[in-house]
């Protein structure tokens, strides 16, 4: 029975399995959707992850487009042909672009870069160059603007010739140094490139070279120095000293030295004069002057001096020439004393030792003498209420009376600057020129008595005009004429027309005097010792000076003298 029941429940169980698993067959797949969606949404939670996680820590990557200018060097032919660009970071790009164009950079991850653009050469020689150490990016960049340059420097270049070679030296601790040569285009190319800071050129042409330089520091070009023009240069040759001569002895504390120069290459040039007085120290008594005389005139008497002249151009050449010369020695110089003695006139005393005065001589004159003024060599005499007298006194032992002017009332002189001042009894001051002939007073009108003695008069009236004189030569003063002559000026003086002429005049010295030595080289030696001819080159001298002037003989030179004492 039991059995029986075991089977039983047996079938019953089976036939319920199997009702089960036919129900379940029949039911719509609900769970298995849910299932697909389910994972799909883990799947894009998964990914966001990935993609956030990529973001935060590996960044974007981005485009910078940069907008550059060369600032280029005129006049220079450089063989740069790319532009290279280098951005230096967590990450290095580097990439090259064709002169001119926009630099295009792309997929640059984000960060912090320093910046590096540069136009090279075929070698990687950065001629010119733009830096930024600090470019952030963190999105697309358009960089304008953007100067490429050279980097400036101060160039010391010095140079020196031996024979035909040139040696030129450079700055120091530079990796190379460039040389560019200017082209007959008037451009300067590339001409040669030296790792040595001193640079030998050998057998320069003899048109010269123009030169420009620039130093090289790890691969950048600095900017180019100042074009240097090379050429082979020959010195002056010695300078001929014309005056004094060798060993001649002069007699006077002052001197014109005269030389002449030339220079192969017809360089202008320049000269320094030195001196040296027995065996003492040398001395530089002119420097750099364009004139081919020099007047000095602190000769001390009884020296013996060399004269140096040194000839230079404009291009480190000089000569040197060298004479002996000495002066003479003067006795001491003696001292006189001129008094006014009342009607005895004037008495001369030699007071060279104060303590024995010795009269040597008197000036016997009219009227009562009250005053005297020594001027110039000439004695100006002042006989009270009467008048004036000069007496020449070049020789104190033996005076000369020149002349005697009745100005009644005159009662006190005095001199000043060349003028001579009369005061009279009634306030009034006359005044007088002296200066071109001291023993004829020129009046020139009047002034008030607080100008009295003034150096520069105010004077109320003019009573005629007055010509003005102009030394060019005063002494003696040697003018070469030709190559073995020369004649010696002792005066060489113009009279001009009013102060602004004078002036002009003295401002030509110069000019004046070449004119006098451009018309002495037309004529013979025995010309000079001939009056009639001294006279038609006076003639020639002035129509030539008013020429030179636009002037006439009414408004500018009005005379020309001469004076010439003798022809060697």
């Known amino acids: 029975m039991a059995e029986e029941n075991y089977s039983e429940n047996k079938n019953e169980n089976k036939l319920e399995y199997e009702s089960l698993i036919n129900q379940e067959e029949k039911k719509p797949p609900q769970n298995r959707e849910r299932l697909i969606i389910i994972t799909t949404i883990i799947a894009i939670v998964v990914l966001g992850i990935v993609i956030i996680f990529s973001l935060l820590f590996f960044g974007g990557k981005y485009n910078v487009t940069i907008n550059y200018e060369i600032v280029a060097s005129e006049g220079l032919q450089e063989p740069y042909n790319e532009i290279k660009v280098e951005l230096i970071g967590a990450n290095t790009y580097e990439a ?40 952030f990016v ?15 420097l101060r160039y010391q270049i010095d140079y020196e010739w031996d024979d035909n070679d040139l040696y030129i030296t450079l700055p120091q601790d530079y990796d190379q140094y460039l040389i560019y040569r200017r082209n007959s285009d008037g451009m300067y190319e590339p001409y040669r490139t030296s790792t040595q800071h001193t640079l030998i050129l050998s057998s ?27 050429q082979k240069n020959s010195s002056p040759i010695s300078p001929i000293i014309l005056s004094p001569s060798e060993n001649q002895q002069l007699s006077e504390s002052s001197v014109y030295f005269v030389w002449q120069a030339e220079d192969p290459d017809r360089d202008s040039l320049v000269f320094d004069l030195y001196l040296t007085a027995d065996s003492g120290q040398e001395r530089l008594i002119a420097e750099n002057i364009d004139t081919y005389f020099y007047r000095f005139n602190s000769l001390e008497m009884g020296k013996n001096y060399t004269l140096k002249i040194v000839a230079k151009d404009q291009k480190g050449g000089e000569s040197t020439s060298q004479i002996r010369f000495s002066t003479k020695v003067v006795p001491e110089e003696k001292v006189y004393l001129y008094s006014p003695s009342g009607e005895m006139g004037v008495t001369i005393y030699e007071v060279t030792d104060p303590s024995k005065p010795q009269e040597i001589a008197t000036i016997d004159t009219p009227g009562n003498v009250t005053d005297v003024i020594n001027h110039d060599n000439y004695l100006y005499i002042l006989r009270y209420m009467e008048g004036l007298s000069i007496a020449e006194i070049s020789n104190p032992n033996s005076p000369k009376l020149q002349e005697n002017l009745n100005l009644e009332g005159i009662n006190g002189i005095k001199i000043a600057n060349g003028y001579l001042y009369a005061r009279f009894e009634n306030g009034q001051v006359s005044v007088y020129s002296i200066k071109d002939n001291p023993r004829n007073p020129e009046f020139l009108g009047y002034t008030d008595i607080k100008f009295y003695g003034a150096l520069e008069p105010e004077i109320r009236y003019i009573q005629t005009q007055q010509d003005l004189k102009v030394e060019i030569i005063k002494g003696e003063y040697p003018v070469r004429v030709n190559l073995n002559n020369r004649v010696f000026v002792t005066e060489y003086s113009l009279l001009v027309a009013n102060a602004e002429m004078k002036e002009t005049v003295e401002n030509s010295f110069s000019q004046v005097f070449d004119t006098l030595r451009l018309i002495f080289s037309t004529y013979k030696p025995e010309d000079f010792r001939n009056n009639e001819k001294i006279a038609e080159i006076e003639n020639k001298l002035l129509s030539a000076l008013n020429e030179l002037f636009k002037t006439n003989t009414t408004n500018g030179i009005k005379e020309v003298n001469l004076e010439i004492s003798r022809v060697e």
């Open 204 to 230: 320069v042409p003899s048109e010269g070279l123009d030169l420009k330089f620039a130093v090289v520091k790890n691969n950048m070009v600095y900017n180019f120095s100042e074009n240097y023009y090379f």
């Open 96 to 135: 090259s672009f064709p002169v001119g164009e926009s630099i295009e950079l792309t997929s640059i991850e984000e960060g912090t870069y320093e910046l590096n653009i540069m136009a090279v050469d075929d070698t990687g020689l950065a001629y010119y160059y733009y830096n930024n150490p600090e470019l």
């Open 138 to 152: 963190n999105e697309d960049k358009t960089l304008s603007d953007i100067n490429l340059e050279k980097l400036p």
